[in-house]
């Protein structure tokens, strides 16, 4: 049987475009720092520095902020390529991109609770002592949203594919 974009479900393509769009989102801010509460003179260096400096990338961040979009790109990817299998589909492969989105968002929750730990602990202790907050950015909002519309839409998928086997059964 060969690959045909016709059979693609609606599912599948939402998924691919949750792992692409994951993906991209890793261009935008990940890794944000702040000086809203420190001294008027940290606010004032603060401006001075590089904008690359104050805000960062997934790229420029740490393996937690780049490596769990990439992972659902390559699962969204996965479920289109294979999803019109019918072994694949039958031996798990809406269970398969479960786990996969679920370990995304898992490693997302990660990398957001060690979000400061891309800096050392001098900096850490001189950036806590400067009153300069580090956050999470745009992108890290947007990848943890795409992650979890991707499981969202893996449920239905699971779904879908026990009624499908419900119904071949019916049939045979």
Do not use: C
């Not at 974009?5 to 890793?26: F, N, Y």
């Not at 509460?37 to 393996?63: G, I, M, Q, Y």
């Amino acid at each position: 049987m060969a690959f045909s974009l016709r059979r693609v479900t609606w599912r599948e393509w939402l998924g691919l475009a949750a792992g692409l769009l994951a993906a991209g989102s890793t261009a935008l801010p990940w890794t944000v720092l702040s000086a809203d509460t420190a001294t008027p003179d940290v606010r004032e260096a603060f401006k001075t520095l590089p904008h690359s400096d104050v805000v960062r990338t997934a790229w420029n961040s740490d393996l937690f902020s780049w490596g769990p979009p990439l992972l659902l790109a390559v699962v969204g990817l996965a479920v289109v390529l294979f999803g019109q299998v019918t072994k694949a589909r039958v031996s798990g492969l809406p269970q398969l991109w479960l786990v996969g989105g679920l370990a995304t968002v898992l490693l997302m929750v990660i990398g957001w609770t060690t979000l400061d730990w891309v800096f050392d602990s001098d900096q850490r202790a001189f950036l806590d002592a400067a009153g300069v907050s580090i956050s999470g950015g745009v992108g890290r909002y947007l990848g943890m949203a795409f992650a979890v519309g991707s499981v969202v839409l893996a449920i239905v998928d699971i779904r879908a594919a026990r009624a499908e086997s419900r119904a071949s059964r019916r049939r045979r």
